[in-house]
């Protein structure tokens, strides 16, 4: 019997133990079951189960042990949770913002997949919270509460071409998008609290503000409006790796985390007037536009990032982080463009490099082909 | 009324990096999990409808109240409201402060919406406070001594005057989410939902209300359902949920189970929810100035019923019927009022509730059989100064109830949990039944022989035969027992029924002997035969000791005797060799009884004979049984079956004195089909008579007595062996053309007329050669009975006709 992971609480079960959901919702006749979203089990595990109220067939699986929807093809589906993280203001919100609506669009068509919001949750939260205020009112997400974090959950769909035929065949994988509030990074308690997904996630993007780097804050002085001063840099991943090798029980020291990190800068259009004139990180990335993930730029901005950093930061950072993680990598990108005005709202929104440490983690998976 | 505080918002921290939301400051007694119960209820984000980056007047005028009371996980008490700031220190949009008051159980004084608006209530941080540099000191424990100034019952009364009706709905839209352990969503401004909730609470005790909780928004409502919810106790009752798309969708949530919802402004709602007469009361008491909302508290408070159930309706009835005498025409009505009181309230209370109910339902009704089980304990109960009157009632109760079948068995389960759980008051009762008055009005209505009651009274008197042993009058009891079972015989009775009798008199040998005679003298046979196959179950089910006992005093006693043949019966026809086994059974227990002539013992001699034909064995039963112990038709017919099958050669051989007996048995009996056996009998009758006197008597004489008597039907060989046998008998018997007549009519054989007349003529030729003076004789009477009797009749046409061949 196949197994499955649900994309909420990651928990590995048999596909025959999947409860279903009555998803008739028609004007002239609802189904009472459809109304009240009743779980609903599958007769003598039948392979094409009905309600038992309209008689319709079941299509939608509901997980037995936290009743989230599940996506469509979970069985044959892979998942994987990716936890974007970092400190207060570091921009999660807009960067989680801009990345699902980059997938919908730009990454789609290159690299020929779909994404599709499971369920309404995700659907709605993402309208609300992060596209609405973002695309539709031009202004900054707001500042997500302390607290547990509903997850995102997206399926993305890849069209390829069979090995001996010229069809095309669908090939699913689910993204799990945690987007933690920077308050359940401020204590190693908190995080083991709100973030335990974390050791269970296949990639984190840590999301780093150049912006409270003092080195930056010293030469941007009176030049941008600075944010407050936030948890350390340094503190944040150490405080991660605490969280990773408890979950996983990897007490030894020696041995490093298997989870890619891709340690991300955000906001760097806010340290334009820093960056050699001639800097990759100026630019967009190669790979939307070359429906591949490309090493060459990728090798590029991440040995300018990590040079940035060693001169903004020192080699705590690197050191730390090589130290820890197998898989790592260093990436500069800006979500919105440009700095938020006063009121929040966005001058100019023009994204760049924004899917770059997610588009590393499909290739380290091996989702996206990589040249 | 003291109370610890407790704040919650996006905070700059002073120069300390972290910052953003979290707990300002609070009284050093809250916990951590109550801070986390604290923040889980009061967690706020706008609704979808509002602006993104709404201006001060927009929050202040249009963002919704999360006003919010709770019991939280540690069991202490919480008054809450979250409000909305807009930006942040940062300047991002999105902040909120939750001002939260802890209260300890007893703490709590007024109801939680008194609090609402009331200066304390922080719902804002000033600059000051903001850029306050930590560590923010603990809050001090609040000293409360204001609360009522904005909402108060004053403008509730303004409030519900006009929404009786939705009021009312509302509270029973509340009891059934309570009932059913499910939200009860609210949609209404965000001010009325305040109102709402703060006019429920006022209806209610103080302590009852404390148990309601509520949030007058939530932009989370799913939460409150979740399992995380429950397991703190945070899955809040009453919940301000916006109608918006994405939040909630009240037309099609009022179809669903999963939450009852209330859209006061797009008029949504759950439908058919049964608004009880309380809520109604308790609306109607809004508009006519609260006394009514305030006497009930009273009471509530007086009784200490802090239960938000149905009870409620039940206490409230209770509370109309305790406070003004008033009570419904619905039966069920007395049956919640009496669980109520036996629940919750005080003697004195109950005592007067239940002289109350006795008057109102002596005057007009019957109670419905349903309730009187609960109703009498109760009035016995608390009520029993008013004995005579309950008495008296139960009395009617009963008169009413036996006559039908299936409620008379109610009302002997009514008395049985009378008697269980008020003994001495039905002792009382049994005394007063058995009253000489009572008693002649109860032999009255069983004059009319009304089955059912008949059969209840039986019941009734060996049920609490035991009981009425020590009755002031104990010879009631004992006649009415006497009238009762014989009258039960009489009216046809199924042998159920009589075991369920036997049932009543429980292990008491001495009155199930009686029954038994009782049984055995009145029961019809075939009655009697049934009731002793139910009655051996009967003995087989009961304790083996006491069966044992009853079978000896069974055989002991005369009336029962007959019962025993009955049950001897079966044990000879499971024997395996049943004719040695009757035998054994009669010589053992029957044989010396004086009483042997009044026993039916058709049955065992039937059972005797099951597996045998042999003619000895019948002849030995008919010379040894009494005539008077073959009763029952049904077994004596198998005797006399198994004789005639043995034929009429060996019928003719049997001695008189068994023919003559058969005969006085089918006598007994009343049974003349029996041909044979009368033919034979006659013939050996005619054979004595003649041996006797020394002469032949007449034919037509004697043939009087056995007039019904043909051989019509006689199989030809039957017939040719007993003519063979009987003509030398009957001819000399025949003196003149009458005999003769009635000769040829006894022997009258249309289809065998020829061997009648052979027979006949070698006689006759016999005869002459013999004595031929007798021979002319017999010729002449012939001649003369054919000259005389030729035309008469088609019978003599037939002889002549036939003889003429012969002579």
Redesign the interface.
């Given at each position: 019997m196949s197994k499955y992971t649900c994309p909420r609480c990651f928990e590995k079960q048999d596909i025959k133990d999947v409860k279903y959901i009555c998803t008739n919702k028609s004007k002239a006749s609802s189904c009472q079951n459809a109304i009240e979203r009743k779980a609903l089990e599958s007769a003598h595990k039948i392979k094409k189960p009905l309600c038992d109220k309209c008689g319709k067939p079941l299509i939608s699986k509901i997980c037995p042990k936290c009743g989230f929807e599940l996506p469509f093809g979970i069985e044959s589906t892979q998942n994987y949770p990716i936890s974007i993280i970092g400190a207060k203001e570091c921009g999660k919100s807009n960067y989680v913002a801009v990345l699902i609506d980059q997938l919908k669009n730009n990454i789609g068509r290159s690299f020929d997949c779909s994404v599709m919001a499971c369920g309404d949750s995700t659907l709605n939260r993402y309208q609300k919270e992060f596209y609405d205020p973002i695309y539709k009112h031009k202004t900054c997400a707001g500042a997500t509460d302390a607290g547990d974090v509903e997850p995102l959950i997206y399926s993305l769909l890849f069209r390829r071409k069979h090995m001996f035929s010229s069809r095309k065949f669908n090939d699913a994988v689910s993204l799990t998008f945690f987007d933690t509030a920077g308050e359940n990074l401020t204590s190693i308690a908190s995080m083991q609290t709100h973030n335990a997904y974390l050791y269970s996630s296949s990639g984190i993007i840590l999301l780093l503000d150049p912006l409270q780097l003092p080195y930056v804050r010293d030469r941007l002085d009176s030049k941008i409006r600075l944010p407050e001063e936030n948890t350390d840099v340094n503190t944040i991943l150490a405080r991660t790796v605490e969280v990773i090798r408890r979950g996983l029980g990897l007490t030894d020291i020696s041995k490093k985390i298997d989870i890619p990190i891709a340690i991300s800068f955000t906001k760097i259009d806010a340290v334009d007037s820093l960056l050699d004139p001639m800097s990759c990180l100026k630019n967009d990335s190669t790979h939307v536009k070359n429906g591949f993930f490309d090493e060459r730029d990728f090798n590029d901005s991440n040995e300018e990032m990590q040079s940035l950093v060693e001169k903004w930061l020192g080699v705590e950072l690197y050191q730390n982080v090589s130290m820890q993680f197998n898989d790592f990598a260093f990436f500069g990108l800006s979500a919105l463009g440009s700095n938020p005005d006063i009121d929040n709202k966005i001058p100019r929104f023009r994204p760049f490099r924004v899917a770059d440490p997610f588009l590393w983690l499909l290739a380290k998976k091996g989702i996206i082909t990589s040249k | 009324m003291k109370a610890e505080q407790y704040i919650y918002t996006?905070f700059?921290n002073g120069?300390l990096?972290?910052?953003?939301?979290?707990i300002y400051s609070k009284s050093e007694g809250i916990t951590e999990t109550e801070c986390n119960d604290i923040?889980?209820v009061m967690?706020y984000?706008p609704p979808?409808d509002m602006p993104?980056?709404p201006t001060e007047k927009q929050i202040y005028d249009n963002f919704p109240y999360s006003f919010a009371f709770f019991r939280l996980s540690t069991n202490r008490l919480c008054v809450a409201q979250s409000t909305y700031l807009g930006?942040?220190?940062?300047?991002?949009?999105?902040?909120y402060i939750i001002y939260a008051l802890v209260f300890s159980q007893n703490e709590l004084n007024c109801y939680p919406c008194d609090m609402f608006g009331e200066k304390y209530i922080k719902l804002s941080m000033t600059e000051e406070e903001l850029n306050a540099k930590p560590p923010i000191p603990a809050l001090e424990n609040l000293d409360i001594e204001t609360f009522g100034s904005i909402v108060n019952d004053d403008l509730l009364m303004e409030f519900i005057s006009e929404r009786e009706q939705e009021f009312s709905y509302f509270i029973a839209a509340v009891l059934r989410g309570k009932q059913e352990g499910i939200p009860v969503y609210i949609n209404d401004t965000r001010e009325h939902l305040v109102l709402w909730m703060a006019a429920l609470h006022r209806a209610l005790p103080l302590e009852m209300a404390k148990k309601l909780s509520f949030n007058t928004y939530t932009h989370d409502h799913k939460k409150f359902s979740s399992e995380m919810s429950k397991e703190r106790n945070l899955n809040l009752l009453c919940l301000g949920v916006r109608p918006d798309e994405?939040y909630f969708n009240y037309s099609?949530?009022c179809?669903?189970?999963?939450q009852i919802v209330l859209d006061f402004d797009m008029k949504y709602r759950t439908e058919n929810i049964p608004v009880p007469s309380f809520a109604k009361a308790m609306a109607a008491s809004y508009v006519l100035g609260m006394d009514e909302i305030n006497d009930f508290i009273d009471f509530l408070n007086e009784i200490n019923f802090y239960y938000f159930s149905n009870d409620l309706e039940a206490a409230y009835k209770f509370f109309r019927l305790y406070v003004a005498s008033e009570l419904s025409a619905d039966d069920k009505d007395i049956e919640d009022i009496i669980s109520f009181g036996n629940r919750y309230c005080e003697e004195y209370m109950n005592s007067e509730v239940g002289a109350k109910i006795l008057d109102i339902i002596c005057k007009d009704r019957i109670l419905d059989i349903k309730y009187c089980q609960k109703t009498f304990v109760f009035l016995y109960k608390y009520s029993f100064f008013m004995r005579y009157s309950i008495h008296d009632y139960l009395y009617k109760i009963i008169l009413h109830y036996a006559k039908e079948e299936n409620k008379a068995v109610k009302i002997l389960d009514l008395l049985d949990t009378l008697k269980n759980s008020t003994s001495e008051q039905f002792w009382d009762f049994l005394n007063f039944f058995f009253s000489e008055d009572f008693l002649s009005q109860l032999k009255f209505e069983m004059n009319g022989n009304n089955k059912n009651l008949v059969l209840f009274v039986a019941k009734f008197v060996l049920n609490y035969h035991n009981d009425c042993q020590n009755l002031t009058d104990k010879s009631a009891h004992e006649e009415l027992l006497k009238q009762t079972i014989p009258q039960v015989c009489h009216l046809g009775i199924k042998e159920n029924t009589a075991i369920e009798l036997l049932y009543c008199c429980k292990d008491n040998l001495k009155l199930i002997i009686k029954v038994l005679s009782m049984f055995a003298t009145h029961l019809a046979l075939d009655e009697k035969e049934k009731f002793c196959i139910s009655f051996t179950k009967y003995l087989s089910g009961i304790e083996q000791e006491l069966a044992k006992n009853i079978k000896k005093n069974m055989w002991l006693e005369e009336k029962t005797l007959e019962l025993c043949a009955y049950m001897s019966a079966k044990e000879i026809r499971d024997s395996r060799n049943p004719i040695v086994a009757f035998w054994a059974s009669y010589e053992d227990n029957f044989k010396n009884r004086k009483e042997l002539k009044n026993i039916d013992l058709a049955s065992m001699v039937e059972a005797g004979l099951s597996k045998t034909n042999n003619i000895k064995n019948l002849i030995k039963i008919v010379e040894i049984i009494p005539e008077e112990c073959f009763k029952s038709w049904k077994y004596v017919k198998v005797l006399f079956d198994k004789f005639l099958s043995q034929g009429m050669k060996a019928l003719i051989k049997i001695d008189s004195p068994i023919i003559f007996k058969l005969v006085k048995i089918l006598n007994n009996l009343k049974q003349d089909d029996f041909h044979a056996i009368y033919a034979i009998s006659f013939l050996k009758f005619l054979q004595a008579k003649a041996e006797k006197d020394g002469v032949y008597p007449s034919f037509a004489k004697e043939y009087k007595a056995f007039s019904k008597i043909n051989l019509s039907n006689f199989e030809k060989r039957d017939y040719n062996i007993y003519l063979a046998q009987a003509v030398p008998v009957f001819m000399p018997c025949i003196y003149d053309e009458q005999d003769f007549n009635k000769f040829v009519e006894f022997c009258f054989n249309k289809e065998e007329i020829a061997v009648f007349c052979l027979t006949i003529s070698t006689y006759l030729k016999k005869l002459k050669k013999r004595q031929l003076k007798q021979y002319k004789v017999l010729i002449d009477i012939m001649q003369k009975y054919i000259r005389e009797n030729k035309q008469a009749n088609e019978k003599t046409k037939l002889f002549f006709e036939t003889m003429r061949k012969y002579l």
């Open positions: - | 996006s700059k120069d990096p972290d910052k953003g939301f979290m923040k889980f967690q984000a979808s993104p980056n930006k942040d220190y940062s300047g991002r949009y999105g902040n994405n099609n949530g179809k669903s189970s999963r």
